[in-house]
């Protein structure tokens, strides 16, 4: 049951995205370029359990689809799936239509709905979508078990939520724009323009204006980025503490961050052996905390959660790796060469014998098993384990 001020704050988010439809990315008339892992069902379930799927038949809920942008890339990079769109503003699910429509993204259904009433779409899925939307609702905590309930056994739901240490600047500057506006909030036009009057007026040395042109002013050139960074009425910023709050809310398993490598204690105090030693006593979630505290930067979090039983491949039996299937990671860019943008679009370079087992890879679309490349190629298990660690190939298990 919603509140009267649960209703209140879900109309407010609708008329800023109705006034600025979000993201702003242009539509056109064919598929988007480039990918995302994270959206893309073999990639993220490999990350999720260390082999690709069973099949690619699957059902993908975007959830809080806004202008349709992550919609029309899970659409045309799943195109065995069948893609369903959900988001609370009617102007901005318009500019979803249209976008989806133009591209030829056509294995999709649109609803004018809230998280909140996400029941009312039939079934479950494989894999839910939500980003950058539970800390826009009045209960994110309401939000997250409602969408837990339509993840299927075996299934994903892919979360990004706002990080408040990283935002500290940006919550300022919410807060004064909210202080000027005085009984004009809710004018999101005039909110827009009050910010850019703010920033024009500040000292160029002045700690939100620096941070402001460090992180965001490519983007914030933009009224629809500077009003859902500046001006929205509903923001929740989390914690490692009170994000697992609400993921164990959710009553699924925590999978993992899908940026691993920021979630490293040894590159920020491995430098320190004792102390290193020392942080391991803590539990997993104190670690994170602590590398978030030494490590400040971090504006959101971006994980997966599953419902079980999601099976996990541990690949350190030499004769289950060499019985598996490998293929390349379709989501590289600069392929073929030994330097070229991992699927994190990070550049990297690959030695003589990872770019021949590479190429074996590619050319074999995932009709050779470990041992083949064992074979063809002057690699060893550790080179491939090593490959597949860094998602620069994917392993399908000999059942």
Not at 69 to 77: A, I, K, N, R, S
Not at 97 to 114: I, K, P, T, Y
Not at 216 to 224: F, G, I, R
Not at 354 to 375: F, N, R
């Amino acid at each position: 049951m919603t509140s009267e001020n649960e209703a209140s704050v879900s109309a407010a988010v609708a008329k800023l995205y109705d006034t600025y439809p979000f993201p702003p990315e242009p539509l056109i008339d064919e598929p988007p370029p480039g990918y995302n892992w994270r959206w893309y069902w073999p990639t993220a379930y490999s990350f999720c359990t260390g082999r690709l799927p069973a099949t690619e038949q699957v059902r993908i809920l975007d959830a809080g689809c806004g202008s349709g942008v992550g919609t029309e890339y899970l659409v045309h990079l799943n195109p065995e799936a069948q893609v369903t769109g959900i988001d609370l503003s009617a102007g901005t699910l318009a500019v979803a239509r249209e976008r989806c429509q133009r591209s030829g993204a056509d294995r999709v259904s649109f609803h004018n709905l809230s998280i909140y009433d996400v029941d009312q779409i039939e079934g479950q899925f494989d894999l839910i979508n939500c980003v950058g939307v539970l800390h826009h609702m009045p209960d994110p905590i309401r939000g997250i078990q409602a969408l837990a309930q339509k993840v299927a056994p075996g299934g994903l739901l892919h979360i990004f939520v706002y990080a408040a240490l990283g935002r500290w600047e940006i919550s300022l500057m919410q807060q004064a724009i909210s202080m000027v506006q005085g009984d004009r909030r809710g004018d999101y036009r005039d909110g827009v323009a009050v910010g850019r009057q703010i920033f024009d007026a500040l000292p160029e040395n002045n700690r939100i204006v620096k941070r402001d042109k460090e992180r965001w002013a490519l983007e914030n050139h933009q009224d629809e980025c500077f009003a859902d960074m500046y001006v929205h009425p509903q923001e929740v910023d989390y914690t490692i503490d009170t994000l697992f709050e609400l993921i164990d809310a959710s009553g699924l398993e925590f999978v993992g961050f899908s940026n691993p490598q920021y979630w490293s204690l040894e590159r920020l105090i491995g430098k320190a052996p004792d102390v290193m030693e020392r942080a391991k006593t803590l539990n997993q979630r104190a670690q994170y905390r602590l590398i978030e505290l030494l490590d400040p930067e971090l504006t959101h979090y971006e994980f997966f959660l599953a419902r079980p039983p999601l099976p996990q491949i541990d690949w350190a039996n030499d004769q289950k790796l060499l019985a598996a299937k490998s293929s390349l990671n379709p989501c590289l860019s600069g392929w073929p060469s030994q330097s070229f943008f991992n699927p994190d679009y990070q550049l990297v370079t690959v030695t003589d014998n990872e770019y021949q087992c590479l190429k074996a890879c590619d050319a074999s679309s995932g009709h050779h098993t470990v041992a083949d490349l064992l074979t063809d190629t002057a690699i060893d298990l550790t080179t491939v384990r090593s490959l597949q660690k860094r998602q620069l190939i994917l392993l399908t298990p000999d059942e």
